[in-house]
C-alpha cells in the first residue's frame, strides 16, 4: 500500500516564509519525480512544482522565484520552500509520485496518483 503524507502548512502573515514536507511510503518506486499541486475553495487543482529524478525542476509561472522544491537523498521525501507568500497562495497544498507521462511534461495533474490528504496553506494580509 502506497501512502503520501503533507505536513508543514500552517498560518502566515504576507511576506512570510513555510516550508512543506511530502514523505511517500509503501510498494511504491518513484519512476519520474515527485509534484505539488494546491486547491484553493472554489478552484480547480493547480500545478505548483515538480522534481524529476534527473534533477529537473519545474515551476508554475507564478512560483518562480518565490517557491523551491528539493529532496531527501532517497527520493522518500520532497520539500516545498515557500518564500514571499501571498493571500493568492491560500490554498490546500497536495504532493504526489507521477507515475506515467514520460519526461517531458511533469505539469499534468492526469499523470500523478496517490494523493495525500492535503496540507492546509493560509496567507493573511
Known amino acids: 500500500q502506497v501512502q503520501v503524507v503533507e505536513s508543514g502548512g500552517g498560518l502566515v502573515q504576507a511576506g512570510g516564509s513555510l516550508r512543506l514536507s511530502c514523505a511517500a511510503s509503501?510498494?511504491?518506486?518513484?519512476?519520474?519525480?515527485m509534484g505539488w499541486f494546491r486547491q484553493a475553495p472554489g478552484k480547480e487543482r493547480e500545478f505548483v512544482a515538480a522534481?524529476?529524478?534527473?534533477?529537473?525542476?519545474y515551476y508554475a509561472d507564478s512560483m518562480k522565484g518565490r517557491f523551491t522544491i528539493s529532496r531527501d537523498d532517497g527520493f522518500n521525501t520532497v520539500y516545498l520552500q515557500m518564500n514571499n507568500l501571498t493571500p493568492e497562495d491560500t490554498a490546500l497544498y497536495y504532493c504526489?509520485?507521477?507515475?506515467?507521462?514520460?519526461?517531458?511534461?511533469?505539469?499534468?495533474?492526469?499523470?500523478?496518483?496517490?494523493w495525500g490528504q492535503g496540507t492546509q496553506v493560509t496567507v493573511s494580509s
Open positions: 504526489a509520485p507521477k507515475i506515467k507521462g514520460g519526461w517531458n511534461d511533469f505539469r499534468s495533474i492526469a499523470d500523478y496518483d496517490y
Open positions: 522534481l524529476s529524478r534527473t534533477e529537473m525542476s
Open positions: 509503501g510498494r511504491i518506486f518513484i519512476t519520474y519525480g
